[in-house]
């Protein structure tokens, strides 16, 4: 299938932002989300923006959507070491009756 | 939001025995179901979608005889890992859409299963 891009790793201070960028592919993309993951556990939705949407502001987290680049970014404020997890961005799959396609995944570590 | 149980959380079996894992939709009826399987340090890639009442659809690479999925309810999906051999050991996971949230179009929200560990020794 199409790559969603992510960077793989991230570390930050506690109390610093984080920043978590991706890239996708499928201009059609109606929906793009933001999952969080924690070890050896399923994936919890943080957020998802619409793509005729610029920006999405929910709580500590912000998502920035770029259309024209196809770049997404995920912002988070305040960041704690709860916070530390792997963090994927997806899209809907283009011809996959509504399942995601994922990025690989960025791994966050915050640090004391 | 919706609940997706999915057991077991993990399993280890040996090489050459089937394993079944379930995903669970706990408070919705879901009339289509995922499941993703996803190696160390890599994204969730879509094996297959499960459709209650019909065959599973696979995606390319996937071998449907060894990974046979049943969608018996609305609130049951199996994926059933046949004669398993170590290179299948992964995690696995399912997810589910909520129809009472998304009637028409793409889902806002899949909600997702905890995820089943495979180790095949």
């Known amino acids: 299938g199409e790559d969603v891009e992510q960077s793989l790793f991230l570390s930050v201070r506690e109390g610093d932002s984080s920043v978590i960028n991706c890239t996708y592919t499928d201009s059609s993309s109606t929906y793009l989300y933001w999952y969080k993951q924690e070890p050896g556990a399923g994936l919890q939705l943080l957020t998802y923006i619409f793509s005729n949407m610029d920006m999405k502001q929910d709580q500590r987290l912000t998502v920035l959507l770029n259309k024209k680049d196809k770049h997404l970014s995920l912002r988070i404020a305040d960041t704690q070491t709860g916070d530390s997890a792997i963090y994927f961005c997806a899209e809907i799959g283009p011809n996959s009756g509504y399942a995601l396609n994922f990025g690989k995944g960025t791994s966050l570590l915050v640090t004391p | 939001g919706a609940v997706v149980s999915q057991h077991p959380s993990r399993v280890i079996c040996k090489s050459g025995t089937s394993v079944k894992i379930e995903c669970r939709s706990l408070?919705?009826?879901?009339?289509?179901m995922f499941w993703y399987r996803q190696f160390p340090k890599q994204s969730l890639m879509l094996m297959a979608t499960s459709n209650e009442g019909s065959k599973a659809t696979y995606e390319q690479g996937v071998e449907k005889d060894k990974f046979l999925i049943n969608h018996a309810s609305l609130t049951l999906s199996t994926l059933t890992v046949t004669s398993a051999h170590p290179e299948d050991s992964s995690f696995y996971i399912c997810?589910?859409?909520?129809?009472?949230?998304?009637?028409?179009?793409?889902?806002?929200?899949?909600?997702f299963g905890q995820g089943t560990r495979l180790t095949v020794v």
């Open positions: 408070d919705f009826q879901a009339t289509t």
């Open positions: 997810s589910a859409r909520d129809p009472r949230t998304t009637p028409r179009g793409p889902n806002t929200e899949a909600f």
